[in-house]
Structure formats: structure tokens, C-alpha cells
């Protein structure tokens, strides 16, 4: 029987990274849902549709195709209509527009057997906004991970800086703070821990230290 791990937290609190690396240390397949709306984020973009689009985001769904594919390394792909997008959903623009997009219903719905199917048949770590409340409410161990709206900005202005982007500070800090209002008050699934998950800061902590936190928790639980 296949173990399923969820990770749950607000933009920037280093769930991806912190669940991949997790996984690869126990030999788990990391799933990033957040991926997941970002490509359906990015195919709205593409069609010039906004946030408010609703209507219009639902009808473009049955002509797209989101997949979840993993390289040689065990390294997560996102393809949108056999395209891999992996790099190009990761800018700001698109994570708000994830944000917007994932409140819709039927975008979530279209979504869930998805993640459910890959946590049936395979020991996964999935990180997200809601798989300890709502996708995989059966999961053996749930986290929500956080840390203060400061550190979370600091952490995603230091790596969009990284690839090059110009982006300043106070931008990043407003988008975090705007996401984390938008995630926790949406009607669906908002941000929230589910009543039985572990809550865990990482405010001022180091991915090391970050990564052996969770890793103890996960194997006492395991």
C-alpha cells in the first residue's frame, strides 16, 4: 500500500524545495500541485485571459492537457500540452494568476484525480495549498509549513534575483502578502491546516536545518 506525506503551507515557505528534498532522501516522488495551476495559469496568460475570466478559464480547460513527467534525476516536469513549462511558470505574474485560477471549482476539480491517482500508486510527498484538507485528507502524515511574510519575500526576491530577474523587494513582499489573503479567504479549499497536521516554522532557518526538521518528523511517523 502506497504512503502518501502531505505538505501544506503559503507561498514562499519553502515547501517545493523542502519537499523535494525530502523525497529524494526517502526515496519518495515528489508531486508539486502548485505546479499544477501554474500551468493552467500560464495557458490562460497565453490566451489573454485575466483573473476575472471565469467563465472563459473554464471553457479553455477541455483543449489543454497538464501532465506531471520526471527526468532521469527524478526531477518533477510540468508539461502543458506536451510542452515542458517547468521554467516559464515560475515568474510572479504567473503565481498570482495561479492563485486566482485555483479558487475556481472546476479548475480544481479537473486537478484532483490527477494528484489522487499519483498518490495511489506511488509513496508521494505532495506539497500544496489544501492536500491535507481536501485532496488527500487520508494521508499518513500532514505538515503545514510557514514562516513570517518577511522571510518568505526575502527568500523569493533572493531567487528570482538569482535568474536575473529585476524585481524589487517591496513587490515581492506586497505579492506574498497579496497571495496569502487571496489563498486563505478563497470560497474552495482555502489555505488552512487540516486539524490533525504537524505546524511547523521556518522563519530564519537555514534549508539545512529546514530539511532535517522535517525529515526527523517524517521518520518518528513514519
Given at each position: 500500500m502506497s504512503i502518501?506525506?502531505?505538505?501544506?503551507?503559503?507561498?514562499?515557505?519553502?515547501?517545493?524545495t523542502i519537499a523535494r528534498l525530502t523525497a529524494k532522501e526517502l526515496g519518495f516522488i515528489y508531486v508539486d500541485t502548485g505546479a499544477l495551476y501554474r500551468a493552467i495559469g500560464l495557458a490562460a496568460s497565453r490566451r489573454g485571459l485575466s483573473a476575472e475570466d471565469k467563465d472563459a478559464i473554464v471553457a479553455m480547460l477541455p483543449g489543454i492537457k497538464v501532465e506531471l513527467a520526471f527526468n532521469e534525476n527524478h526531477e518533477q516536469i510540468v508539461l502543458l500540452d506536451k510542452e515542458n513549462v517547468?521554467?516559464?511558470?515560475?515568474?510572479?505574474?504567473?503565481?498570482m494568476m495561479a492563485s486566482a485560477v485555483s479558487a475556481i471549482p472546476q479548475v480544481r476539480a479537473y486537478l484532483l484525480d490527477l494528484q489522487r491517482d499519483m498518490a495511489h500508486?506511488?509513496?508521494?510527498?505532495?506539497?500544496?495549498?489544501?492536500?491535507?484538507?481536501?485532496?488527500?485528507?487520508?494521508?499518513?502524515?500532514?505538515?503545514?509549513?510557514?514562516?513570517?511574510?518577511?522571510?518568505?519575500?526575502?527568500?523569493?526576491?533572493?531567487?528570482?534575483?538569482e535568474k536575473g530577474m529585476d524585481v524589487r523587494f517591496d513587490d515581492v513582499l506586497k505579492d506574498v502578502i497579496a497571495r496569502d489573503y487571496a489563498d486563505s479567504h478563497r470560497d474552495i479549499a482555502p489555505l488552512k491546516p487540516a486539524d490533525d497536521a504537524i505546524l511547523v516554522d521556518t522563519s530564519g532557518e537555514d534549508?539545512?536545518?529546514?530539511?532535517?526538521?522535517?525529515?526527523?518528523i517524517m521518520r518518528e511517523h513514519l
Open positions: 502518501a506525506i502531505a505538505i501544506d503551507g503559503p507561498a514562499g515557505a519553502g515547501k517545493s517547468s521554467g516559464l511558470i515560475r515568474t510572479p505574474e504567473i503565481s500508486t506511488n509513496n508521494v510527498i505532495m506539497d500544496g495549498r489544501d492536500i491535507g484538507t481536501v485532496v488527500l485528507p487520508d494521508a499518513k502524515i500532514k505538515i503545514f509549513l510557514s514562516a513570517s511574510p518577511e522571510c518568505r519575500a526575502r527568500r523569493r526576491y533572493d531567487e528570482l534575483v534549508l539545512d536545518t529546514s530539511v532535517n526538521k522535517l525529515l526527523n
